[in-house]
């Protein structure tokens, strides 16, 4: 049975901010050391000591925006433990993450410089948990005054005359949680406190301050802290810019047994392309909580960590968070993206965990070999969905599955761009079914069509031995109708098409 998609370009809604196809680097396992930085003395080709090779396929992917240094290990992180000549660096016991020692060669120079080579944006997750007001207070300073201070001083002291450009700053991680197991009341009073130091040096380079927020669907957490928080508005340094969310797709019933990220049978892939779309709920539920105290959806939502999250592959370090990322995962990002979209006048940033190594990563590298993942293949994809305006869709759909976890066959969203281009993003979930669909764009005459897919075996992966089994390619299996676009999608698979009109 041939299914129906309507597209309506006419009804033109919210922008789908870019820094929603943001990313996040931590420091764990092998993310920011060997994946991200190499050291300027490596045989690994690298500018300043950043991997030349996963800069590049980044930039081609069009990363808006990275965040860093943490997650849990942010609320651990003083900042200058991180700058002056390496060799005075102090070392620590990464405790959060494989107990190895961090030697803090990577640090804030080396972070805004690798955002610089990848010409996107800073996110910046400041420490709340273990740290002090003056020590976030003067990181700030430390990157973005350019005035006369001790900050400034100590940064031109270690070779950076001007200050850098941050657009988003973290006032703490999980506080809920590793950053310090606070009540949201507590920790938006803390909130307060430190956000105020936080202080706009440029008038016209505003810092967009994020504050914590919940774990996966603890709504108390969004209620209390928009409570304390929201009725401050415009009350000096304390405004709230975003409230952040996380959220893993864990399809095993136990956190130690979060199950392999390639060896699953036809269940667990359903259950979880299920888990993967309860962010749509979360989404929704929190967003009414906001809706509240912020009607006018003033305060972003920031969901800087999401992804799938399975055991570690076997025989790396426990700590790391090292696992493989097979098509199930390319169907879990592309599903969360138009999630996302469709969500744009609340979620205004996105960081999927993390870039390179770890979890749900784009990229995967072994010494001087690199091999982009299924996921990397949606990122780059859905690129032209970037700054365009979400436009409405609907997609007739039907239940399948197995034992009760059931999830629509096919998922859609679509955008426009200003010069009219729209962008159209249909997931094939069915891991055995191909379908036919037939698109109706509403009073649009389809001038040329251009499409990408990546499809594959639910269990498809690439390796370093064979790392292209899975990657995008041309699509040619559909025709253009007097009425929109009329195609065959198979099954397990992933199509984006370029349509310009007349």
Not at 258 to 269: I, M, N, P
Not at 489 to 495: D, G, K, L, Q, R
Request: aromatic share 10%; glycine share 10%.
């Amino acid at each position: 049975m041939t299914k129906k998609l309507i597209i309506n370009p006419i009804n033109k809604k919210s922008v789908i901010n870019p820094e929603i196809y943001g990313h996040f680097s931590e420091h764990l396992g092998r993310c920011i050391y060997e994946g991200l930085y190499v050291g300027e003395n490596s045989d690994i080709p690298n500018i300043n000591g950043i991997r030349t090779d996963v800069v590049e396929a980044l930039k081609a992917m069009k990363i808006p925006v990275l965040r860093w240094p943490g997650g849990c290990f942010a609320d651990e992180y003083h900042w200058k433990d991180g700058i002056g000549p390496k060799e005075n660096r102090k070392k620590m016991i990464n405790t959060h993450w494989g107990g190895v020692v961090e030697d803090n060669s990577f640090g804030t120079h080396e972070f805004m410089e690798l955002c610089n080579q990848l010409g996107c944006k800073a996110y910046i997750n400041g420490n709340v948990g273990s740290g002090t007001v003056q020590e976030m207070s003067e990181w700030v300073e430390y990157l973005t005054f350019s005035g006369l201070s001790p900050m400034t001083e100590l940064r031109k002291e270690n070779g950076r005359t001007e200050p850098w450009t941050v657009d988003y700053f973290g006032v703490g991680n999980e506080n809920w949680g590793c950053g310090g197991n606070m009540t949201p009341e507590h920790y938006a009073n803390e909130y307060r406190r430190y956000a105020t130091y936080c202080r706009n040096y440029d008038s016209n380079q505003k810092l967009y301050k994020v504050a914590c927020g919940p774990n996966a669907d603890d709504y108390s957490w969004t209620e209390g802290v928009m409570k304390t928080l929201k009725p401050l508005d415009g009350h000096g340094g304390g405004r709230l810019n975003g409230l952040s969310l996380h959220y893993y797709t864990v399809p095993g019933k136990e956190w130690d047994h979060k199950g392999s990220a390639t060896q699953f049978d036809k269940a667990e892939y359903y259950l979880t392309l299920k888990k993967a779309l309860k962010m749509e709920e979360l989404i929704s539920r929190h967003g009414d909580i906001m809706n509240q105290y912020d009607p006018e959806k003033t305060v972003g939502l920031i969901v800087d960590e999401w992804g799938t999250w399975y055991d570690v592959e076997p025989g790396t370090n426990p700590g790391f968070l090292y696992q493989q990322n097979t098509m199930r995962d390319a169907l879990v990002a592309s599903v969360t993206l138009n999630i996302f979209h469709k969500h744009s006048d609340r979620v205004k940033m996105a960081n999927i965990a993390q870039l390179v190594n770890v979890l749900q990563a784009v990229i995967l590298t072994e010494g001087e070999k690199m091999v982009l993942t299924p996921t990397y293949y949606v990122f780059k994809m859905f690129q032209g969905h970037q700054g365009a305006q979400l436009i409405d869709s609907f997609m007739e759909t039907e239940e399948i599955g197995t034992g009760g976890n059931t999830v629509p066959n096919l998922h859609e969203s679509a955008s426009i761009q200003e010069d009219g281009t729209i962008n159209l993003s249909v997931s094939n979930l069915s891991s055995d079914t191909s379908y036919e669909v037939d698109s109706i764009i509403v009073e649009t005459e389809v001038k040329e069509v251009k499409a990408e897919i990546l499809s594959g075996a639910t269990d498809a992966y690439n390796t370093f031995d064979r790392p292209e089994q899975i990657k995008a390619e041309c699509y040619d299996n559909y025709e253009v109708t007097g009425k929109g676009i009329r195609f065959t999608i198979p099954a397990c698979s992933i199509v984006q098409f370029t349509v310009k009109t007349k």
